[in-house]
């Protein structure tokens, strides 16, 4: 009998310790985000749809070294490297990527290939338009990932 007493004991602590927290935060106020005309906030460790970078002096960082797509755990980027010439210099290195996908039907967004790239050519973006219609569009090229250039001067807060 006294089991009995301390499991209801026991599980009416619980109850209440459970619709405390469901009866504070139910009367406080909501958040609303007026998505089509503002654009969404995000935390600034958000994972995003994937950005190559450029350096200072427009050219690619990219290297074509492999190690992102080596990295990846979900196998869903693809790079091919082509050889970078005095006469059409893409990156700083010696090699670039002439072709670099990622499948984002696939993509998990672990973070493996940030972390991998030595030379810091990929990093997380913070875009949010990921649902289209068609799969196929889930496919970004690397014209859809390179960081524009001359880059983008950020937004004025007044």
């Known amino acids: ?11 009416f602590v619980t109850l209440v310790k459970g619709f405390s927290v469901t009866l504070r935060t139910m009367f406080q106020k909501t958040t609303t985000e007026n998505f ?19 350096d200072e002096n427009g050219l690619e960082k990219c290297v074509g070294c492999f190690l992102c797509a080596a990295a990846c755990p979900a196998n869903c980027i693809y790079i091919e490297a082509a050889e970078n010439t005095d006469a059409k210099r ?36 913070h875009s949010l338009d990921l649902a289209p219609y068609d799969i196929n569009a889930l496919i970004y090229r690397k014209e859809q990932l390179l960081e524009p250039w001359p880059p983008r001067k950020p937004a004025v807060k007044s």
């Open 1 to 11: 009998m006294p089991s009995i007493v301390k499991e209801v004991g026991e599980t």
């Open 36 to 54: 089509p005309v503002v654009p969404p906030s995000v935390q600034p460790r958000y994972r995003g749809i994937h950005v190559l970078q450029r």
């Open 90 to 125: 893409i990156s700083a290195g010696e090699r670039y990527a002439s072709v670099y996908n990622i499948d984002y039907s696939r993509c998990i967004f672990c973070g493996y290939c940030v972390e991998a790239c030595p030379t810091d050519a990929i990093t997380h973006g």
